[in-house]
């Protein structure tokens, strides 16, 4: 495997893409029950962990940022095998890749639980499983221009989402938040770490880099990415504390959902309905990005031609998504995910950081 991938205008995007790529890689099955989790570990002051959180995502994206502008044009499997070596080098692409795929099958399976209980109480597994990964074996088939442009197509035909909250705001109780700064600073730290868990996602950015043709204008959009992420994490999170008490909001799993129950229009009763069937457009992408991510490194690691391991990847996923119907093994999949995936994204960059420092330094001692 060669560390920097060689270049192709045809199969490239313009920097701006990033936005939508980072953002529609974070926003998915973690939103829906966000402001709950959040609830539990940090209280009313969670907004502190909120903001504390965004602050650390735009560091972390400037890390990775810096990472990727060492290197010509490679990515996080190619700068590995550049610092470790070939094998050691795979090995942690491997880990990558598993945790990809964990991730993956956890957005599938949260969301088809939510519809499950939400509209159809009787749909199958299987069924909803086997349309969601036709849609993913479709777009990735499609090539990386047909993946960026799904997060493209599926953010502009849900963003508008947002407006509907404007009837929850009308209902907030603000003393639901009194009293403020109460809660201690190690609870903070775990709203912080919890809000980290709901948007992995962000280490697409170390994949998709060496596809994006005006590299210099890239921190921009990634930071702008990550911004409107928060702003959408802290905007549900402040509205579900204001609208449910925090005792209420303990016991609501999906409270974000939860909050579109109260619209209603004279020809539709039931919103929350709707916002169920369209929230599929918010994960597909997540779905349609992770599923690129593991065929692309499967392809750089082991030389594994595309369409059959896409084949192979859509099968497995299947195969474990009509596995684990119980709803504590589900929470038990997203906890390991949660966990594992917040050291990938947001320590290990930091090691890989030093790695490549260091690495320049030996050279400039070396060539002096």
């Given at each position: 495997m060669k560390t920097n991938i060689p270049f192709h205008p045809d199969r490239a995007v313009q920097a701006f893409y990033l936005f939508f790529i980072i953002h529609t890689s974070q926003i998915g099955a973690g939103l829906m029950g966000v402001p709950r989790i959040l609830v539990l570990e940090a209280g009313v002051d969670v907004w502190i962990s909120v903001l504390v959180a965004g602050l650390y995502l735009h560091f972390i994206v400037f890390i990775m940022l810096q990472i990727l502008k060492s290197y010509e044009n490679a990515d996080i499997l190619g700068i590995q095998q550049d610092l470790f070596g070939v094998?050691?080098?795979?090995?942690?692409?491997?880990?990558?890749?598993?945790?990809?795929?964990?991730?993956?099958?956890?957005?599938?399976?949260?969301?088809?639980?939510?519809?499950?209980?939400?509209?159809?109480?009787?749909?199958?597994?299987?069924?909803?499983?086997?349309?969601?990964?036709f849609l993913m074996v479709y777009s990735i088939l499609g090539g990386f221009r047909v993946v960026v442009g799904t997060s493209v197509i599926f953010f502009f035909l849900t963003i508008w989402l947002v407006l509907t909250i404007y009837k929850p705001i009308t209902y907030m109780d603000w003393e639901h938040f009194l009293p403020v700064f109460q809660t201690p600073a190690p609870d903070l730290l775990k709203g912080v770490q919890q809000v980290t868990f709901s948007v992995l996602g962000l280490e697409i950015l170390l994949?998709?880099?060496?596809?994006?043709?005006?590299?210099?204008?890239?921190?921009?959009?990634?930071?702008?990415?990550?911004?409107f992420t928060t702003f959408l994490i802290l905007l549900v999170t402040v509205v579900s504390i204001g609208y449910f008490s925090p005792d209420q909001l303990k016991s609501t799993v999906w409270a974000t959902l939860s909050l579109f129950k109260i619209i209603s229009f004279s020809v539709?009763?039931?919103?929350?309905?709707?916002?169920?069937?369209?929230?599929?457009?918010?994960?597909?992408?997540?779905?349609?990005?992770?599923?690129?991510?593991?065929?692309?490194?499967?392809?750089?690691l082991f030389n594994a031609p595309k369409k059959p391991t896409l084949y192979g990847l859509a099968f497995l996923l299947f195969l474990t998504s009509i596995t684990a119907e119980?709803?504590?093994?589900?929470?038990?999949?997203?906890?390991?995910?949660?966990?594992?995936?917040?050291?990938?994204?947001?320590?290990?960059?930091?090691?890989?950081?030093?790695?490549?420092?260091?690495?320049?330094?030996?050279?400039?001692?070396?060539?002096?």
């Open positions: 094998w050691i080098g795979k090995a942690l692409g491997t880990v990558y890749v598993l945790y990809i795929f964990l991730l993956l099958l956890t957005v599938i399976k949260n969301y088809i639980e939510v519809v499950q209980v939400f509209v159809f109480p009787e749909m199958p597994i299987w069924l909803m499983a086997l349309f969601l990964l994949f998709v880099y060496p596809f994006i043709q005006d590299k210099k204008r890239a921190a921009l959009p990634a930071h702008a990415g990550v911004f539709l009763e039931r919103f929350d309905f709707i916002a169920v069937a369209l929230w599929m457009m918010v994960i597909i992408p997540n779905i349609v990005l992770f599923g690129w991510m593991i065929v692309h490194s499967l392809k750089r119980k709803r504590v093994a589900l929470n038990e999949l997203t906890d390991w995910t949660g966990q594992i995936g917040f050291w990938i994204v947001f320590v290990y960059p930091l090691l890989i950081y030093l790695m490549v420092l260091l690495k320049k330094l030996m050279k400039k001692r070396n060539a002096s």
